[in-house]
C-alpha cells in the first residue's frame, strides 16, 4: 500500500488542532511499523497537479495533495471522501469494501 507523506503532516495539524500532542508520537511510531506500507515523497509534478486540482474542482489542500499523489500511481483512493468523484480518472474505493 501506498500512502502520500502529506498525509503525515495533516495527522500532525490535526492532533495539534485537537490539543492531542500527547499522542502523536506512539501514532506516527505505530504507522511506521505498519507493514508492506510505502510512503510517497511529494514532488514538484504532485504539487502541480495538486493546485490544478484545487484551482479546478475546488478540493481541499489535502484532498488535491493526496488524489495528485493517487493519479501519479494507481489511480486509486481508499476514501469515504465524496469528493474524490469529482476528479476524472481517479478511482475512489470505499474503505469498507476492502
Not at 10 to 30: C, N, P, T, V
Not at 90 to 95: G, M, T, W
Request: proline share 4%.
Amino acid at each position: 500500500m501506498e500512502i502520500s507523506s502529506i498525509s503525515l503532516i495533516e495527522m500532525e495539524l490535526i492532533y495539534r488542532s485537537e490539543k492531542r500532542g500527547e499522542h502523536l508520537l506512539k501514532d506516527l511510531a505505530a504507522l511506521a511499523a505498519l507493514p508492506n506500507v510505502r510512503y510517497v515523497a511529494l514532488t514538484p509534478d504532485v504539487a502541480v497537479a495538486s493546485v490544478y486540482l484545487r484551482q479546478t474542482l475546488n478540493l481541499n489542500f489535502f484532498d488535491s495533495h493526496y488524489a495528485a499523489t493517487a493519479l501519479t500511481l494507481d489511480r486509486k483512493i481508499i476514501s469515504f471522501d465524496q469528493s474524490y468523484g469529482r476528479v476524472p480518472g481517479l478511482i475512489c474505493i470505499k474503505p469498507e469494501t476492502i
